[in-house]
């Protein structure tokens, strides 16, 4: 059940009026949904548009991009291909619902139609109300769907809009199957006091799978077998929490297919991206080395006991014999402390390699809530970003949360916005 219902019960998706493709958010909380689906739009935005400029934007061309993205979102989340899709959605004129609708409600629990209607346009209409009114409708292809969400644009935009498609996207994925696959399953996708988001449901969004983790694949804590992201992530996902140590992101959010990824703070999520795809190119065999190295590593020290060394170099594919790996201990540890550290590590057996990134390009940051915005318009906000070697001498630029999230990627990464005030993750 979704609590705090004055956050969320009433949102709906809203563009901004000083950019076309910029979602606006009003109160804290819903960004846990609104920012995967900013992602995934300016995924479509940036990289599916054939004119030169993606800032502009008709109407018609703003909604295909938009019902397109939720599209997206609803097949990430679908288990099986031959699983239904699933749109929760308020009650309509019937005459304009499509044949390939089915109602999970029986035709006499409805009420009459005129009733339903003014109920929706009261203000007064609360979540108790709300609950009994919606409707679930399965969908079984792409097609169908594809249909059936252009159809309910106005719904998306129009209060509930947001509730609306998270519930979908629940469904669609299957409550049991959301269920196993949060491993505290008291914990609760939407934070009962703040209204926030949890990382189960950004994963959700962004991956298809609701785990709690950030790290790459399965990892084994003190006998427990805890789930992590499962393969690399269409758009991606850093956090402040790892340049305090809290937590350590794995390669799969950090490395997505496309240069797109979600920030998260303390308590707001926003959208950092950039055009430059050699930013995503696919992982080097050091990238790869490093993966793996730090699954044996799970609480991110920088090295790992000597005796699992060999299966690290078993995973990676290296000589592994038993003769070759103590000739390695020896080499890598001649002090006998007992641990390979990653650094020694690389050196050996990946020794440095060009970086394909350029030393420069434009990027740019999305902040939905208004009062975040200079003069509270919720524009894209563009800058430079250099990616230096730690050996390069220059002047630093300032210490920024938005700079220090990015680090998690790129230690040696320096920012220079185009406004007078750096982007705020909060």
């Given at each position: 059940?979704?609590?705090?219902?004055?956050?969320?019960?009433?949102?709906?998706?809203?563009?901004?009026?000083?950019?076309?493709?910029?979602?606006?958010?009003?109160?804290?909380?819903?960004?846990?949904?609104?920012?995967?689906?900013?992602?995934?739009?300016?995924?479509?935005?940036?990289?599916?548009?054939?004119?030169?400029?993606?800032?502009?934007?008709?109407?018609?061309?703003?909604?295909?991009?938009?019902?397109?993205?939720?599209?997206?979102?609803?097949?990430?989340?679908?288990?099986?291909?031959?699983?239904?899709?699933?749109?929760?959605?308020?009650?309509?004129?019937?005459?304009?619902?499509g044949h390939a609708s089915i109602s999970d409600q029986p035709e006499s629990s409805q009420g009459s139609e005129e009733e339903q209607l003014s109920a929706l346009a009261a203000e007064e209409l609360g979540s108790e109300r709300f609950h009994t009114l919606i409707q679930k409708r399965t969908y079984a292809n792409v097609t169908e769907l594809k249909e059936a969400v252009f159809d309910q644009y106005s719904t998306w935009r129009?209060?509930?809009?947001?509730?609306?498609?998270?519930?979908?996207?629940?469904?669609?994925?299957?409550?049991?199957?959301?269920?196993?696959?949060?491993?505290?399953?008291?914990?609760?996708?939407?934070?009962?006091?703040?209204?926030?988001?949890?990382?189960?449901?950004?994963?959700?969004?962004?991956?298809?799978?609701?785990?709690?983790?950030?790290?790459?694949?399965?990892?084994?804590?003190?006998?427990?077998?805890?789930?992590?992201?499962?393969?690399?992530?269409?758009?991606?996902?850093?956090?402040?929490?790892?340049?305090?140590?809290?937590?350590?992101?794995?390669?799969?959010?950090?490395?997505?297919?496309?240069?797109?990824?979600?920030?998260?703070?303390?308590?707001?999520?926003?959208?950092?991206?950039?055009?430059?795809?050699?930013?995503?190119?696919?992982?080097?065999?050091?990238?790869?080395?490093?993966?793996?190295?730090?699954?044996?590593?799970?609480?991110?020290?920088?090295?790992?006991?000597?005796?699992?060394?060999?299966?690290?170099?078993?995973?990676?594919?290296?000589?592994?014999?038993?003769?070759?790996?103590?000739?390695?201990?020896?080499?890598?540890?001649?002090?006998?402390?007992?641990?390979?550290?990653?650094?020694?590590?690389?050196?050996?057996?990946?020794?440095?390699?060009?970086?394909?990134?350029?030393?420069?390009?434009?990027?740019?940051?999305?902040?939905?809530?208004?009062?975040?915005?200079?003069?509270?318009?919720?524009?894209?906000?563009?800058?430079?970003?250099?990616?230096?070697?730690?050996?390069?001498?220059?002047?630093?630029?300032?210490?920024?949360?938005?700079?220090?999230?990015?680090?998690?990627?790129?230690?040696?990464?320096?920012?220079?916005?185009?406004?007078?005030?750096?982007?705020?993750?909060?």
């Amino acid at each position: 059940r979704i609590e705090r219902e004055r956050v969320w019960i009433f949102l709906r998706f809203v563009f901004s009026q000083s950019e076309a493709t910029s979602l606006e958010q009003f109160e804290g909380g819903p960004c846990a949904v609104i920012a995967p689906v900013q992602a995934f739009l300016l995924k479509n935005v940036v990289f599916g548009n054939e004119k030169q400029n993606w800032r502009e934007c008709t109407e018609e061309e703003r909604k295909n991009f938009f019902c397109l993205t939720l599209c997206e979102i609803l097949e990430t989340a679908r288990l099986k291909h031959s699983s239904p899709f699933c749109l929760v959605t308020l009650p309509r004129d019937r005459k304009q619902e499509g044949h390939a609708s089915i109602s999970d409600q029986p035709e006499s629990s409805q009420g009459s139609e005129e009733e339903q209607l003014s109920a929706l346009a009261a203000e007064e209409l609360g979540s108790e109300r709300f609950h009994t009114l919606i409707q679930k409708r399965t969908y079984a292809n792409v097609t169908e769907l594809k249909e059936a969400v252009f159809d309910q644009y106005s719904t998306w935009r129009n209060r509930f809009g947001v509730l609306l498609f998270l519930y979908s996207v629940i469904l669609t994925k299957g409550i049991a199957n959301v269920r196993n696959e949060i491993e505290d399953t008291a914990e609760p996708l939407i934070d009962p006091v703040y209204g926030h988001g949890s990382q189960s449901l950004i994963n959700l969004l962004l991956t298809g799978y609701a785990v709690l983790n950030v790290w790459d694949g399965d990892r084994e804590c003190s006998g427990m077998k805890l789930h992590g992201i499962r393969n690399q992530a269409t758009v991606g996902f850093l956090t402040l929490m790892e340049s305090l140590r809290y937590c350590k992101v794995g390669g799969f959010l950090k490395s997505p297919k496309f240069p797109i990824w979600i920030l998260g703070s303390e308590t707001h999520l926003t959208v950092f991206f950039a055009k430059e795809m050699s930013l995503v190119a696919p992982e080097s065999p050091w990238e790869q080395a490093r993966r793996v190295f730090q699954t044996y590593d799970p609480e991110d020290n920088g090295f790992i006991p000597d005796t699992l060394l060999e299966d690290v170099m078993r995973a990676l594919d290296l000589v592994s014999d038993p003769e070759y790996v103590n000739i390695m201990k020896n080499k890598l540890d001649p002090e006998g402390l007992g641990i390979i550290l990653l650094g020694k590590f690389r050196q050996e057996f990946f020794p440095e390699q060009e970086s394909t990134i350029q030393d420069s390009f434009p990027v740019y940051h999305h902040n939905g809530l208004k009062q975040s915005n200079h003069n509270e318009k919720v524009m894209y906000v563009e800058g430079t970003a250099v990616i230096m070697g730690f050996e390069d001498p220059m002047v630093r630029t300032d210490d920024t949360p938005v700079k220090r999230c990015l680090q998690t990627k790129w230690p040696y990464i320096e920012l220079m916005w185009n406004t007078d005030r750096s982007p705020s993750l909060n």
